[in-house]
């Protein structure tokens, strides 16, 4: 799966005029869904990144250190 930037990068941008945000029906929605979509993924990965940054890390186990 590739990563956000990279499908962004696949499909050329077209300018979104506010002319165009006025007429055209189900764009505002769409962009809405898009961005809500993104912010979803972001905070994801960032409460994802802060459970891995507190949880503790595995030490070794003391008799398996003792044996060498």
């Known amino acids: 799966m590739h990563y ?3 499908k962004y ?3 050329p941008m077209q300018p979104i ?3 165009r945000y006025l007429n ?3 764009l505002d929605l769409r ?3 898009e961005a809500r979509r993104a912010r ?3 905070m994801h990965r960032l409460l994802k990144a ?3 940054w507190l949880t503790p890390r595995p030490r070794p ?3 398996i250190v003792r044996l060498g």
Request: hydrophobic residues 40%; proline residues 4%.
């Open 4 to 6: 956000v930037h990279v």
């Open 9 to 11: 990068k696949e499909h």
């Open 17 to 19: 005029t506010l002319e």
């Open 24 to 26: 055209e029906p189900g």
């Open 31 to 33: 962009l809405h869904a």
């Open 40 to 42: 979803s993924l972001e």
């Open 50 to 52: 802060l459970v891995e």
């Open 61 to 63: 186990i003391q008799w």
